[in-house]
C-alpha cells in the first residue's frame, strides 16, 4: 500500500461525510485512484459510511465494473471476440502469458508489471486479431510480435 494510502482515502471520503448513500461513488473515486478496491481502503469506506465491511464488498462485488485485486501497471488486453477467435485470439493469449511466464490461471505477473485479460470485442474486428496494450492498439498481431510488444513497456 502506498505510504499516503491515509491521505489519499481521507481525500476520497471527505466530500461525502454524512451522505450514507455514497458507497458507489466512494468505490468508483477508490478505484480510480488505486485501479482496484484495496481491502484497507473498503474496510475504511464502511467505517466512514457506518455500515458494515461485509455491506461493502456486496455492493462492490454486484457491480462488474469494481476489482478486488492489484491490476499489472501495463494492461495487455486480448480481444478473444469472434473476428480474433477466428485469427488465433486464443493462441495469441496463450503466447502472452508464456512470454510473461504465467500459469493458465494467473493473470498478473508477481512484480505487477503487466497483467494479460481477454476483452470480448474491440469494434477494430478488421484489424483482428486485436491487442490493446494500455492505450495502445495493435491490430493483425502475430505470436511472432509477443516479444516486441511487450519489450516496448519495459
Ligand atoms: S472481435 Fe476482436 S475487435 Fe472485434
Do not use: W
Not at 21 to 42: D, R, S
Not at 88 to 104: C, T, V, Y
Request: aromatic share 10%; hydrophobic share 40%.
Amino acid at each position: 500500500m502506498q505510504e499516503n494510502f491515509g491521505e489519499q482515502m481521507a481525500a476520497i471520503l471527505a466530500p461525502y461525510k454524512g451522505e450514507r448513500g455514497a458507497i458507489i461513488p466512494i468505490l468508483q473515486k477508490v478505484q480510480e485512484t488505486f485501479g482496484y478496491l484495496p481491502q484497507e481502503a473498503t474496510a475504511l469506506a464502511a467505517r466512514f459510511l457506518r455500515i458494515s465491511h461485509s455491506e461493502v464488498y456486496g455492493v462492490a462485488s454486484f457491480y462488474a465494473q469494481f476489482r478486488f485485486s492489484r491490476p499489472g501497471d501495463h494492461g495487455v488486453k486480448i480481444c478473444l471476440g469472434t473476428a480474433c477467435h477466428v485469427k488465433g485470439a486464443e493462441l495469441l493469449m496463450d503466447s502472452f502469458k508464456r512470454e510473461l511466464g504465467l500459469d493458465s490461471r494467473e493473470d498478473v505477473t508477481p512484480d505487477y508489471k503487466f497483467g494479460v485479460e481477454s476483452v470480448a470485442c474491440f469494434g477494430s474486428c478488421a484489424l483482428a486479431p486485436v491487442v490493446v496494450v494500455d492505450d495502445k492498439v495493435y491490430g493483425r498481431v502475430s505470436t511472432s510480435k509477443v516479444k516486441n510488444i511487450l519489450k516496448e513497456f519495459e
